[in-house]
């Protein structure tokens, strides 16, 4: 079992926080009120804004403290395509990796997405971990260390976007039939409609956020 350690476990609050939006898009985070929040000084509080600016979740202005990140409709384009061509390379590079036992793999984290989606109570950010093994699986397949930690840059970023698209019943509909599609493709070794899944399903989902979410030009 993985040992966090305090800055870590700070860093994940604060991310937590972030993505469900109890910290709301450009909302300022204060030293003094995290101290007192998780009880801990300000050296952890200090190193994990450090960590969460470079996951893109909070801009540091100078001489004015730090501010969760908003996101206008060209930075969320930005994101989605930069994910998008992630995605596909990751597959190009990991499809001759995809032997039936990590195939299983990718099933069955469709298959939690699947029994989230299927809860009377919709487990949103069960649904996002299962998604995000996904993808990360088929990023380690593809053995690119940079294509890695690019991907890893740009995570979070998107599960703040998704956090609040996939409580849409439309969009989870539409996201667990894309990954269904490519496990699909997968098992019958259709490797072009595989690259084709992993790219156009981004892309819907970026068409989907930019119609139905308030957002900035």
């Known amino acids: 079992m993985e040992v966090l350690s305090v800055v870590d476990l700070v860093r994940k609050n604060?991310?937590?926080s972030i993505i469900t939006g109890e910290f709301e898009p450009g909302m300022q985070l204060k030293e003094e009120e995290l101290c007192k929040k998780y009880g801990i000084s300000r050296p952890p509080i200090r190193e994990a804004f450090k960590m969460l600016e470079a996951d893109g979740l909070v801009i540091r202005k100078?001489?004015?403290?730090?501010?969760?990140?908003e996101f206008n409709e060209k930075d969320i384009w930005e994101i989605y395509t930069l994910v998008a061509a992630l995605y596909r390379m990751g597959a190009i590079l990991a499809i001759d990796a995809?032997?039936?036992?990590?195939?299983?793999?990718l099933s069955s984290f469709v298959d939690q997405m699947s029994k989230?989606?299927?809860?009377?109570?919709?487990?949103?950010?069960?649904?996002?971990?299962a998604h995000r093994e996904f993808h990360e699986f088929i990023i380690v397949l593809s053995g690119n260390e940079r294509l890695k930690s690019l991907e890893a840059n740009l995570?979070?970023?998107i599960s703040l976007i998704?956090?609040?698209?996939?409580?849409n019943a439309e969009h989870v509909k539409a996201s667990l039939q894309y990954h269904q599609e490519?496990?699909?493709?997968?098992?019958?070794?259709?490797?072009?409609?595989?690259?084709?899944l992993m790219e156009?399903?981004?892309?819907y989902a970026l068409s989907f956020v930019l119609k139905t979410l308030p957002i900035t030009k």
């Open 14 to 16: 604060i991310r937590n």
């Open 155 to 157: 995570r979070y970023q």
């Open 62 to 69: 100078p001489r004015r403290g730090v501010y969760v990140s």
């Open 200 to 203: 156009e399903h981004v892309m």
């Open 182 to 196: 490519i496990i699909e493709a997968l098992e019958n070794q259709e490797k072009e409609k595989t690259l084709a």
């Open 162 to 167: 998704n956090y609040k698209s996939l409580q």
């Open 98 to 105: 995809m032997n039936e036992k990590n195939v299983k793999k």
């Open 116 to 129: 989230c989606a299927a809860s009377k109570q919709f487990k949103l950010k069960k649904y996002q971990k």
